[in-house]
């Protein structure tokens, strides 16, 4: 049954992995990202590790991109000196390091407040070492000022790669926060072989953030490095990691550096079929963990990819964006060993080929291929013939076992690609359906805008056929905006959906208007007596998420010109909507403070009522003259003007005036 | 409401007694100078001329040729059936092959070329024609391929055409003008400001003779240049007699980019441009490198095929050749892939950064692609995009050749166009190309790789099934809109004029009444314009991501269907924005306030009727009434705004006799009414409205 459905959907599908792989191997872009990795290399090696700033950088004239080259030997050589211990790769909470906070605060910031909401972002450890080191570098501070607004690409190879990861995110981080209006210059980031980096807590930040895009890690088949983090942290081989960095350097200086020449020593020891019997059970685990969906926390790595992987072989490249199907293709391509003698090729080759593949690639990608064995089987459908190109080029032939479930994968992670802008587009169009129930609220508003105003008429149940349907409406309504917010945790919607305006926009309007209403049936059943204030105890959680968007709301247009519009010039009449949502828990709050303030005996409460109703005459009459309250606020019988009029007499009071006048000055 | 605009009187004028001539619609004059503009597309020149004779057909599942009966041509011209429909270009007519032939022969001279910029030769047969023949230029810059220094130009040699000549060149509602080769453009604007070509062409419009523009390499880029360039006179003139050009192109470069082929597809003009490629032929994929890097390149290659040069067919091409044909091959294949991305669904969020670091060329082909597979074969493509990937994907390598070989292979098939002179006249077999590959069951893959004698890869297959895919959905999308949506739309306006006849009968303006909000009818319009906001949104929304033909908005059902819309329901939009003060918050809302779909919708119409872009303003007339008043209630005088309100006045009068501005607005209680009273009686006596403005 799925399958036919699933069989329907393929017709028109096709599979993109490998032509967008194509896309960044036929250009020149990989080529020269990695020219300069290996310029970083030499100048590190080159200068006794010390005196070199551990990055270089070109180009920029003319509107040109600036490349921005990484090396982490000397992270490495530190690590080798301190005697290659597992801790250099454990994981580093970023929000408990302070400088790290502050470098990277929207992506700590934007973590969940209590701690059961998931482990916080956390990055391995020797990167981050190496970028504060990066950072405290007057050098470097240098660079990040040439370089704004500039195109940039930060590239590295190896623990270079997950050192120019760092730093591509801390400059994103700053050019968000930015005060600038104008659009954030293009950032890319290209590593090379580089182990992995942070934790699933951070992938999700930054899929939140909508920097995943800016992201390209190139792997090729039978690199260990990219792949060893996927071993619990008891069992990192940190050697390995760190040996395959150093064996870059020159031998001269390789010499000059005793450790290198221990760790060196280290990895000729090392059983390589073993190695590659650890990474492959682990990073099948992990393959596997993503398929189930299931969290092991025992024992697992926390380290998950982030950003788009581009899967290499000599004969093409493929490039998946999906965290899951990175893991999968990173143990697919890794456990599909079909030729020989490429399986054959030493780890350190294998770590250190980018440079030839950059070239051959694209010549291959020139090539026609003729499949002339294999074309012969009948009636395949384009989108798993599709499937076949892009899990050649990422080196798995038809053949290998690992063929059928990494074909799954791929099919899966297409379908998670795209289910979300299809979700988001008919929710799109179900919104539109829904409005006119917002409307006939609106409708229902203004029949009382001149009288008691529809928050007290709703209250009070006036004219029972329309509040029966205004009842209707906005139960309608919030039934629809939990139904997008089940989606939305669920990830059912795109990652920045409560970033986009259209949607931002009309939450924030629907709860001005619908919210009163709430709090009007809240009162009215008196939940307010039962569970409490209904700021606190009562509110849905719909309302106080839409609170959240439309306060962090970060899309530039319609809202910085509205405030600083609505700063600048005042109302000439009251707005359609009351501004403040929870205007009317207030007022009720501030009616029942006032009656019980009537017959308070004891002065130290009466005072500190007398306070509260204070702040709020001065918040409410503020909102009133800034005419950023609905008309229906000041109709004559709203429970508004009924409070200040009772808020008046009990002012008449001697008592009262006194402990008032305190207020005042 | 008076909406009789848009409909169209033709006249079927036979130019000479041949049956199926160019065919002659004269068009009505509206009585204010503007012509309407003819509603039936342009019909492509094989199927008006096509004749009741046996032509060649690919029988294509089985491969077996037959001949077959083409249809008796329609009785009448205008029964016409929309250009998509029509089976595309996968036949050509006889005539059209004697045309071709005739091209061919003034393309590749048998004397050596003369050094005119161009040559007009005129012929009685198959019809009466003039034929103007570019000659291509071998030179990269100075003029020649690569405008030296041209202001505003990109890393391409791109430039924006200019709007005076090319007005349509542009994407209707974003109104972002299209861009094509500098070098070319400058080269076609020194043709017309410094040679006889206007005056020729119009001579031999005068003689009604059919225009037929030809040239080879970069005179065919010029070509199509001219072709467009006469499109959009003779339809602005509104004399679209002889609006039936012909360009024949023989191995021409790109020369614009995509809004330019976009733009071209929604006039309909793409059928009557012909370009001829032989499948190797490098110099159509030129444009396709970044310029800078590759002048020199450019210019060894040109030098090698210029027959003025001494180095002409060599043995062995020199190494800057093979290291440009290599460079070549790399951006064709991005640019290739880059597409294909787009139209296979990629989803992937990286596309968008890479596109700031990878110099992607903006060009893509326009017109009609006809690849000379063979001396008995044509493969017909109309799919732009199918073009494309396949002018990546016919040059790639076969493993065992040398790239120097390659390299001279594409050069010199640049000059093996001449034998089409004779195969045009014999049986030579059109091949839809794009139909073959998609005519396979859905979504299968193709088990031959040799239809239509391109032999291409597994990979190139998959493209071009996907490029025929996109091009079916956008139509299944088309076909969407034109059921559910037109039907709720065109319901909601008839609510909503229902809405505004009744508020007239209470001598009131619907649009006071809309912002007042009192009475039952003006909420019920209210939903009414929010259901048709949603309505309108989704389409502009698809316009944007070109997930419609692309000739959707040049429909005179749709644009006339949103000139309506516009005219009724934007007041409302307006009524809605000055009743919630938003001018206050936000900004006047002709600045800041209005939606896309009107500005969309007044582009369309201002487009189709070939009027200047932003002066249909009448659905606005109710936002510049509530911006001047508010000026004045805010405390400036009348004199100080005495101009803008003169311009209102004439404006108004204006929309008010053409009958695009409705009688509402002079209702005696209408706040427009009310309002201009209070103006100074020595204004007001004098204003072209007094007449208007009941006492």
């Given at each position: 049954?799925?399958?036919?459905?699933?069989?329907?959907?393929?017709?028109?599908m096709?599979?993109?992995?490998?032509?967008?792989?194509?896309?960044?191997?036929?250009?020149?872009?990989?080529?020269?990202?990695?020219?300069?990795?290996?310029?970083?290399?030499?100048?590190?090696?080159?200068?006794?590790?010390?005196?070199?700033?551990?990055?270089?950088?070109?180009?920029?004239?003319?509107?040109?991109?600036?490349?921005?080259?990484?090396?982490?030997?000397?992270a490495?050589?530190?690590?080798a000196?301190?005697?290659?211990?597992?801790?250099?790769?454990?994981?580093?909470?970023?929000?408990?390091?302070?400088?790290?906070?502050?470098?990277?605060?929207p992506?700590?910031?934007?973590?969940?407040?209590?701690?059961?909401?998931?482990?916080?972002?956390?990055?391995q450890?020797?990167?981050?070492?190496?970028?504060?080191r990066?950072?405290?570098?007057?050098?470097?501070?240098?660079?990040?000022?040439?370089?704004?607004?500039?195109?940039?690409?930060?590239?590295?190879h190896?623990?270079?790669?997950?050192i120019?990861?760092?730093v591509?995110?801390?400059?994103?981080?700053?050019?968000?926060?930015?005060?600038?209006?104008?659009?954030?210059?293009?950032?890319?980031?290209?590593?090379?072989?580089?182990?992995?980096?942070?934790?699933?807590?951070?992938?999700?930040a930054?899929?939140?953030?909508?920097?995943?895009?800016?992201?390209?890690?190139?792997?090729?088949?039978?690199?260990?490095?990219?792949?060893?983090?996927?071993?619990?942290?008891?069992?990192?081989?940190?050697?390995?990691?760190?040996?395959?960095?150093?064996?870059?350097?020159?031998?001269?200086?390789?010499?000059?550096?005793?450790?290198?020449?221990?760790?060196?020593?280290?990895?000729?020891?090392?059983?390589?079929?073993?190695?590659?019997?650890?990474?492959?059970?682990?990073?099948?685990?992990?393959?596997?963990?993503?398929?189930?969906?299931?969290?092991?926390?025992?024992?697992?790595?926390?380290?998950?990819?982030?950003?788009?992987?581009?899967?290499?072989?000599?004969?093409?490249?493929a490039?998946?964006?999906?965290?899951?199907?990175?893991?999968q293709?990173?143990?697919?391509?890794?456990?599909?060993?079909?030729?020989?003698?490429?399986?054959?090729?030493?780890?350190?080759?294998?770590?250190?080929?980018?440079?030839?593949?950059?070239?051959?690639?694209?010549?291959?990608?020139?090539?026609?291929?003729?499949?002339?064995?294999?074309?012969?089987?009948?009636?395949?459908?384009?989108?798993?013939?599709?499937?076949?190109?892009?899990?050649?080029?990422?080196?798995?032939?038809?053949?290998?076992?690992?063929?059928?479930?990494?074909?799954?994968?791929?099919?899966?992670?297409?379908?998670?690609?795209?289910?979300?802008?299809?979700?988001c587009?008919?929710?799109?169009?179900?919104?539109?359906?829904?409005?006119?129930?917002?409307?006939?609220?609106?409708?229902?508003?203004?029949?009382?805008?001149?009288?008691?105003?529809?928050?007290?008429?709703?209250?009070?149940?006036?004219?029972?056929?329309?509040?029966?349907?205004?009842?209707?409406?906005?139960?309608?309504?919030?039934?629809?905006?939990?139904?997008?917010?089940?989606?939305?945790?669920?990830?059912?919607?795109?990652h920045?959906?409560?970033?986009?305006?259209?949607?931002?926009?009309?939450?924030?309007f629907?709860?001005?208007?619908?919210?009163?209403?709430?709090?009007?049936?809240?009162?009215?059943?008196?939940?307010?007596?039962?569970?409490?204030?209904?700021?606190?105890?009562?509110?849905?959680?719909?309302?106080?998420?839409?609170?959240?968007?439309w306060?962090?709301?970060?899309?530039?247009?319609?809202?910085?010109?509205?405030?600083?519009?609505?700063?600048?010039?005042?109302?000439?009449?009251?707005?359609?909507?009351?501004?403040?949502?929870?205007?009317?828990?207030?007022?009720?709050?501030?009616?029942?403070?006032?009656?019980?303030?009537?017959?308070?005996?004891?002065?130290?409460?009466?005072?500190?009522?007398?306070?509260?109703?204070?702040?709020?005459?001065?918040?409410?009459?503020?909102?009133?003259?800034?005419?950023?309250?609905?008309?229906?606020?000041?109709?004559?019988?709203?429970?508004?003007?009924?409070?200040?009029?009772?808020?008046?007499?009990?002012?008449?009071?001697?008592?009262?005036?006194?402990i008032?006048?305190?207020?005042?000055? | 409401?008076?909406?009789?605009?848009?409909?169209?009187?033709?006249?079927?004028?036979?130019?000479?007694?041949?049956?199926?001539?160019?065919?002659?619609?004269?068009?009505?004059?509206?009585?204010h100078?503007?012509?309407?503009?003819?509603?039936?597309?342009?019909?492509p020149?094989?199927?008006?001329?096509?004749?009741?004779?046996?032509?060649?057909?690919?029988?294509?599942?089985?491969?077996?040729?037959?001949?077959?009966?083409?249809?008796?041509?329609?009785?009448?011209?205008?029964?016409?059936?929309?250009?998509?429909?029509?089976?595309?270009?996968?036949?050509?007519?006889?005539?059209?092959?004697?045309?071709?032939?005739?091209?061919?022969?003034?393309?590749?001279?048998?004397?050596?070329?003369?050094?005119?910029?161009?040559?007009?030769?005129h012929?009685?047969h198959?019809?009466?024609?003039?034929?103007?023949?570019?000659?291509?230029s071998?030179?990269?810059?100075?003029?020649?391929?690569?405008?030296?220094?041209?202001?505003?130009?990109?890393?391409?040699?791109?430039?924006?055409?200019?709007?005076?000549?090319?007005?349509?060149?542009?994407?209707v509602?974003?109104?972002?003008?299209?861009?094509?080769?500098?070098?070319?453009?400058?080269?076609?604007?020194?043709?017309?400001?410094?040679?006889?070509?206007?005056?020729?062409?119009?001579?031999?419009?005068?003689?009604?003779?059919?225009?037929i523009?030809?040239?080879?390499?970069?005179?065919?880029?010029?070509?199509?240049?001219?072709?467009i360039?006469?499109?959009?006179?003779?339809?602005?003139?509104?004399?679209?007699?002889?609006?039936?050009?012909?360009?024949?192109?023989?191995?021409?470069?790109?020369?614009?980019?995509?809004?330019?082929n976009?733009?071209?597809?929604?006039e309909?003009?793409?059928?009557?441009?012909?370009?001829?490629?032989?499948?190797?032929?490098?110099?159509?994929?030129?444009?396709?490198?970044?310029?800078?890097?590759?002048?020199?390149?450019?210019?060894?290659?040109?030098?090698?095929?210029?027959?003025?040069?001494?180095?002409?067919?060599?043995?062995?091409?020199?190494?800057?050749?093979?290291?440009?044909?290599?460079?070549?091959?790399?951006?064709?294949?991005?640019?290739?892939?880059?597409?294909a991305?787009?139209?296979?669904?990629?989803?992937?969020?990286?596309?968008?950064?890479?596109?700031?670091?990878?110099?992607?060329?903006?060009?893509?082909?326009?017109?009609?692609?006809?690849?000379m597979?063979?001396?008995?074969?044509?493969?017909?493509?109309?799919?732009?995009?199918?073009?494309?990937?396949?002018?990546?994907?016919?040059?790639?390598?076969d493993?065992?050749?040398?790239?120097?070989d390659?390299a001279?292979?594409?050069?010199?098939?640049?000059?093996?166009?001449?034998?089409?002179?004779?195969?045009?006249?014999?049986?030579?077999?059109?091949?839809?190309?794009?139909?073959?590959?998609?005519?396979?069951?859905?979504?299968?893959?193709?088990?031959?790789?040799t239809?239509?004698?391109?032999?291409?890869?597994?990979?190139?297959?998959?493209?071009?099934s996907?490029?025929?895919?996109w091009?079916k959905?956008?139509?299944?999308?088309?076909?969407?809109?034109?059921?559910?949506?037109?039907?709720?739309?065109?319901?909601?306006?008839?609510?909503?004029?229902?809405?505004?006849?009744?508020?007239?009968l209470?001598?009131?303006?619907?649009?006071?009444?809309?912002?007042?909000?009192?009475?039952?009818?003006?909420?019920?319009?209210?939903?009414?314009?929010?259901?048709?906001?949603?309505?309108?949104?989704?389409?502009?929304?698809?316009?944007?991501?070109r997930?419609?033909?692309?000739?959707?908005?040049?429909?005179q059902?749709?644009?006339?269907?949103?000139?309506?819309?516009?005219?009724?329901?934007?007041?409302?939009?307006?009524?809605?924005?000055?009743?919630?003060?938003?001018?206050?918050?936000?900004?006047?809302?002709?600045?800041?306030?209005?939606?896309?779909?009107?500005?969309?919708?007044?582009?369309?119409?201002?487009?189709?009727?070939?009027?200047?872009?932003?002066?249909?303003?009448?659905?606005?007339?109710?936002?510049?009434?509530?911006?001047?008043?508010?000026?004045?209630?805010n405390?400036?005088?009348?004199?100080?705004?005495?101009?803008?309100?003169v311009?209102?006045?004439?404006?108004?009068?204006?929309?008010?006799?053409?009958?695009?501005?409705?009688?509402?607005?002079?209702?005696?209680?209408?706040?427009?009414?009310?309002?201009?009273?209070?103006?100074?009686?020595?204004?007001?006596?004098?204003?072209?409205?007094?007449?208007?403005?009941?006492?």
């Amino acid at each position: 049954m799925e399958d036919a459905r699933g069989g329907e959907e393929e017709n028109s599908m096709f599979e993109t992995s490998h032509v967008l792989g194509a896309l960044l191997a036929s250009s020149p872009l990989l080529a020269r990202a990695w020219d300069r990795c290996v310029a970083a290399a030499d100048a590190a090696g080159g200068g006794g590790g010390g005196a070199s700033p551990g990055f270089v950088h070109d180009g920029g004239e003319e509107g040109g991109s600036v490349y921005v080259a990484f090396s982490g030997v000397q992270a490495a050589l530190s690590a080798a000196a301190a005697g290659c211990g597992a801790d250099l790769f454990n994981p580093v909470g970023l929000r408990g390091d302070a400088a790290a906070a502050r470098l990277f605060a929207p992506l700590v910031a934007a973590e969940p407040e209590d701690p059961a909401g998931g482990e916080p972002v956390a990055v391995q450890a020797l990167a981050l070492r190496g970028f504060l080191r990066l950072c405290g570098s007057p050098e470097f501070q240098m660079l990040l000022n040439q370089i704004r607004g500039k195109a940039v690409v930060f590239t590295g190879h190896s623990l270079g790669g997950a050192i120019a990861a760092l730093v591509a995110l801390h400059y994103l981080c700053t050019s968000s926060s930015s005060s600038t209006f104008a659009p954030a210059p293009p950032v890319l980031c290209v590593t090379f072989g580089s182990p992995l980096l942070g934790n699933d807590t951070l992938n999700r930040a930054i899929l939140r953030e909508r920097w995943a895009g800016n992201f390209c890690h190139v792997v090729s088949q039978h690199d260990v490095v990219p792949r060893l983090l996927f071993c619990p942290l008891n069992a990192v081989p940190a050697h390995i990691i760190i040996g395959m960095q150093l064996h870059q350097l020159p031998v001269r200086a390789r010499r000059a550096a005793g450790v290198v020449a221990t760790v060196t020593a280290c990895m000729a020891d090392t059983n390589q079929e073993a190695l590659r019997q650890l990474i492959q059970e682990h990073a099948g685990a992990a393959a596997i963990e993503q398929k189930l969906a299931t969290q092991e926390t025992q024992g697992r790595s926390p380290y998950r990819p982030f950003g788009a992987y581009v899967l290499c072989s000599p004969g093409g490249a493929a490039c998946v964006d999906n965290p899951t199907a990175a893991v999968q293709m990173l143990y697919a391509t890794f456990a599909a060993r079909c030729a020989p003698e490429t399986g054959a090729a030493s780890p350190e080759a294998a770590h250190s080929c980018y440079g030839e593949l950059v070239l051959s690639i694209p010549q291959h990608l020139l090539l026609k291929r003729r499949l002339g064995a294999t074309a012969i089987t009948p009636a395949v459908s384009n989108y798993d013939a599709g499937i076949s190109l892009a899990l050649e080029a990422s080196g798995i032939t038809v053949e290998v076992m690992e063929a059928a479930p990494a074909r799954q994968w791929l099919k899966t992670s297409k379908r998670a690609g795209q289910s979300p802008s299809l979700n988001c587009a008919s929710l799109a169009r179900r919104l539109g359906r829904i409005t006119p129930c917002r409307a006939q609220i609106e409708w229902y508003k203004a029949a009382f805008d001149t009288n008691t105003g529809y928050y007290d008429a709703f209250k009070q149940r006036l004219s029972p056929k329309k509040f029966a349907k205004a009842n209707m409406y906005r139960i309608k309504l919030g039934q629809f905006w939990d139904g997008v917010l089940s989606m939305l945790d669920t990830s059912q919607l795109p990652h920045d959906f409560h970033r986009r305006a259209k949607w931002v926009n009309a939450a924030h309007f629907y709860q001005l208007l619908v919210e009163p209403l709430d709090i009007a049936d809240y009162h009215r059943s008196n939940l307010h007596r039962t569970r409490g204030s209904y700021i606190i105890h009562g509110r849905e959680r719909r309302y106080e998420l839409f609170d959240k968007w439309w306060k962090q709301r970060g899309f530039t247009g319609i809202a910085t010109g509205d405030t600083s519009a609505s700063t600048a010039a005042r109302r000439s009449k009251f707005a359609g909507l009351t501004q403040d949502p929870c205007f009317w828990a207030r007022v009720e709050e501030a009616r029942e403070q006032t009656e019980s303030a009537k017959s308070e005996r004891n002065a130290t409460v009466l005072a500190m009522m007398l306070e509260c109703l204070h702040k709020f005459e001065c918040h409410s009459s503020e909102l009133v003259e800034s005419k950023d309250v609905s008309i229906d606020v000041v109709a004559p019988q709203s429970s508004y003007s009924l409070w200040v009029k009772e808020w008046n007499e009990l002012k008449l009071r001697e008592e009262v005036r006194t402990i008032l006048f305190q207020f005042q000055s | 409401m008076n909406e009789h605009y848009g409909f169209v009187i033709a006249v079927v004028v036979p130019a000479t007694a041949h049956e199926g001539e160019g065919s002659k619609l004269l068009l009505p004059n509206n009585g204010h100078g503007q012509y309407y503009h003819q509603t039936t597309p342009i019909l492509p020149i094989n199927s008006v001329l096509k004749r009741k004779k046996k032509i060649q057909t690919l029988h294509l599942h089985t491969g077996a040729e037959s001949t077959v009966n083409t249809p008796p041509p329609p009785t009448s011209k205008l029964a016409a059936t929309p250009l998509k429909t029509m089976p595309a270009a996968a036949a050509l007519s006889d005539d059209d092959r004697l045309v071709v032939a005739h091209c061919a022969a003034l393309s590749f001279p048998t004397s050596p070329p003369s050094s005119s910029s161009f040559q007009v030769h005129h012929a009685s047969h198959p019809y009466p024609c003039a034929a103007f023949a570019f000659p291509p230029s071998w030179s990269a810059g100075g003029g020649g391929w690569a405008a030296s220094a041209s202001p505003g130009a990109g890393a391409f040699g791109d430039a924006k055409v200019d709007p005076s000549l090319f007005p349509s060149l542009r994407s209707v509602g974003s109104g972002v003008p299209a861009r094509a080769n500098a070098a070319f453009l400058a080269a076609f604007r020194a043709l017309l400001d410094g040679s006889p070509l206007q005056s020729e062409v119009s001579r031999a419009v005068a003689e009604e003779k059919r225009i037929i523009f030809t040239g080879h390499s970069s005179g065919g880029s010029i070509a199509t240049l001219a072709a467009i360039w006469f499109l959009e006179t003779c339809t602005r003139r509104g004399s679209v007699n002889q609006a039936h050009p012909f360009c024949v192109t023989f191995g021409a470069p790109l020369v614009g980019d995509n809004t330019f082929n976009h733009a071209v597809r929604r006039e309909g003009w793409s059928q009557c441009i012909l370009n001829f490629v032989v499948p190797l032929d490098i110099i159509p994929r030129i444009p396709l490198t970044p310029l800078a890097s590759v002048t020199e390149g450019i210019q060894a290659v040109l030098d090698w095929l210029s027959p003025h040069t001494p180095n002409f067919s060599p043995s062995g091409v020199p190494l800057i050749i093979t290291q440009f044909y290599e460079n070549l091959l790399r951006s064709t294949l991005s640019i290739a892939s880059y597409e294909a991305c787009s139209f296979m669904g990629c989803t992937s969020s990286i596309l968008g950064t890479l596109t700031s670091f990878i110099e992607l060329s903006p060009y893509r082909p326009c017109g009609t692609y006809l690849f000379m597979t063979s001396s008995e074969q044509l493969a017909v493509l109309t799919n732009s995009d199918a073009v494309l990937q396949l002018l990546f994907y016919c040059l790639q390598l076969d493993p065992q050749q040398q790239l120097c070989d390659a390299a001279e292979r594409s050069l010199s098939a640049h000059w093996q166009y001449e034998p089409i002179k004779q195969s045009m006249t014999q049986e030579i077999v059109c091949v839809d190309y794009l139909g073959v590959i998609s005519s396979t069951l859905p979504g299968r893959q193709m088990s031959s790789t040799t239809v239509g004698g391109l032999d291409v890869s597994k990979e190139a297959m998959l493209s071009l099934s996907a490029a025929g895919q996109w091009e079916k959905q956008r139509e299944t999308n088309q076909a969407k809109i034109d059921g559910a949506n037109c039907t709720k739309i065109r319901e909601a306006l008839k609510s909503l004029n229902e809405y505004k006849r009744t508020c007239e009968l209470h001598e009131v303006s619907y649009y006071d009444s809309f912002k007042l909000q009192r009475e039952v009818h003006d909420f019920n319009a209210n939903v009414s314009r929010l259901e048709l906001a949603g309505l309108w949104d989704e389409i502009v929304e698809m316009l944007r991501k070109r997930e419609l033909p692309d000739g959707f908005e040049g429909r005179q059902d749709w644009v006339n269907l949103g000139t309506l819309y516009r005219r009724l329901v934007e007041p409302l939009d307006i009524a809605n924005y000055y009743r919630h003060s938003k001018n206050e918050d936000t900004g006047s809302y002709l600045s800041k306030g209005r939606p896309r779909r009107y500005k969309y919708t007044q582009e369309w119409h201002e487009q189709l009727q070939r009027i200047s872009f932003g002066s249909s303003l009448e659905s606005c007339f109710w936002a510049m009434a509530e911006e001047l008043q508010a000026e004045i209630a805010n405390g400036k005088t009348f004199e100080d705004v005495r101009d803008r309100v003169v311009k209102l006045e004439n404006d108004a009068h204006g929309w008010f006799l053409s009958g695009c501005l409705g009688k509402d607005i002079f209702l005696s209680r209408s706040s427009f009414v009310m309002w201009w009273k209070t103006l100074p009686e020595k204004h007001r006596s004098a204003s072209c409205i007094a007449k208007l403005v009941p006492w």
